[in-house]
Every structure is written in structure tokens, then in C-alpha cells.
């Protein structure tokens, strides 16, 4: 029976929450040789990918990246780690900032297949549509 992505990643987040940190290096260097015992290093992206996933579900982290057109002040981006925690009920807000000067005003959040587009472009689309539609 052969082995999927993600139950190489529910085995690699078992080995994380159960072993010491001496262990860990031990079973860590074991499940990299089964990796390449099985085929699979070159699917090592996608299994670290959904361990990520998986550890932040399971700790209440939340993975976003906020893109505005120039960088945001520590007020802002605080206001927006509060927002975020609010909103998907993270203990902790784990934030890419990125700078996108084709960004006109505004931010977009971005997370797993959710996007927040609070851009100025995304309103004036938003404007445009409704003025088609009347």
C-alpha cells in the first residue's frame, strides 16, 4: 500500500509532539531515509507543506500574507494581527508582509484560498459593478 503526502505529514507531526528534542533528531533522520527508501524526497515539499498545515491547526496559529503598496506603520500591522485573530479565532497570527506597488491604497489578506481585498482597485471594481448592474 503506498504511502500519501499527507499520512507522511500526520506521522512527522506525531514524531514532533511525542519525542524529545534529542529523539527528535534521531527519528527525524529515520523518516528523511524512509523518504528516500520510498521514492518520496521529491514529494518532501508538499509533505513539509501539509505538516505545516497541520501544526498550525492544531496550535491555533494562522498563516496570512498581507500585501499593501508600501510598508505598513507597527500600529496598522498590529491592528491587522487583532483583526485577523478575531476573525479565524487564532491564538497567533503568523504574517507575511509584502510590498506590491502596483497595490493602489489599501490591503490584501491573504489565507489558505481566502482573499481580503480591502485595496482601493478592488473597490473601484466593486463601484464599477454595481453601476453596471443599475
Known amino acids: 500500500m503506498k504511502i500519501t503526502t ?4 500526520q506521522y512527522l507531526l506525531n514524531v ?3 519525542r ?3 529523539e527528535l ?4 533522520d529515520m523518516f528523511f531515509r524512509s523518504l528516500q527508501r520510498d521514492g518520496m524526497l521529491s514529494k518532501s515539499k508538499d509533505i513539509c507543506s501539509k505538516f505545516s498545515d497541520m501544526w498550525n491547526a492544531m ?6 500574507r498581507i500585501v499593501s503598496a508600501k510598508k505598513l506603520s507597527d500600529d ?6 487583532t483583526y485577523i485573530s478575531a476573525r479565524y479565532g487564532a491564538k497567533e497570527v503568523d ?8 497595490v493602489v491604497g489599501g ?4 489565507l489558505r484560498d481566502e482573499i481580503v481585498d480591502g485595496t482601493l482597485q478592488q473597490r473601484f471594481c466593486d463601484i464599477e459593478r454595481f453601476l453596471k448592474q443599475a
Open 59 to 64: 496550535h491555533g496559529v494562522v498563516s496570512v
Open 95 to 102: 504574517a507575511l508582509f509584502c510590498v506590491d506597488e502596483s
Open 6 to 9: 499527507a499520512q507522511y505529514a
Open 76 to 81: 496598522v500591522l498590529q491592528m491587522l494581527n
Open 25 to 28: 533528531g534521531v527519528a527525524l
Open 107 to 110: 490591503v490584501r489578506i491573504e
Open 20 to 22: 524529545t528534542e534529542s
Open 16 to 18: 514532533s509532539e511525542t
